[in-house]
């Protein structure tokens, strides 16, 4: 049941839309899957604009987040009640940034699926999976700009989509509001430590992920964080525009 809904409203219609790039692209691989990418990029804007207005509100609201989980550190009932009263109280869904996330997420695994099967297929167009208006090319040329073979990992690409994922994530962090200075001999702000680490430690996953998965997915994620680094920065420009 689960696997028809993921064939039939993730893969198969990505597969479509991949293969008619592939025709109408100079039946280049690497072109279908940017081209497929900034579709899908276009298509989840409002959804992306959301988990973006989401994680500013987040940030904004942290400091009487924490003022609360202080108040009643000795009373984690109380403390969980209240931060969910204030949540709710000021409209602030911490899930809100979450949907969009899995959604990539089925799409990405919808293109590692079709880079799986189309090359166990000889790289064959699978025609049961095409829809009617939809040309057959037959065969699948899988060479980016005829020298890189999506098929295989690329250092190349893994590097770049590292770098990448690290300024996207750092242009994140930076919008957060600076904490409060501490009194002498208290601990470490912890959300502030997970974020310094999660900065390092996302770009590095991807780059240990890029140089043994196929480059197709590896390109996939690239345009992908390329494209979301000028959504953000775009946004960012409009709200600052908004606030002078």
Sequence with gaps: MLGDFFHGVFYQPLYNVIIFFYDVAWQDFGIAIILTTLLLKV????????????QKQLQEVQPKIKALQQKYKDDKERQTKEIMNFYKENKVNPFGGCLPLIIQMFFFFAIYRIIFNTSNNGFNVHAADLYAFV???????????????LTAPSIVLAVLTAIAQYFQLKMMMKNQPKPEEKPAGEGPDIATMMNKQMVIMMP?????????????????????TLFMIGQQEYILRVQEAGTK
Aim: aromatic share 12%; no cysteine.
């Design 43 to 54: 298509i989840l804007i409002p959804l992306t604009n959301k988990q973006i207005a989401s």
């Design 204 to 224: 590095a996953m991807i780059l240990i992920f890029g140089v043994n998965l196929a480059s197709a997915l590896t390109l996939y994620w690239l345009v992908s």
């Design 135 to 149: 040309f057959n090319p037959g065969s699948i040329n899988h060479l980016f700009l005829n020298f890189l073979d």
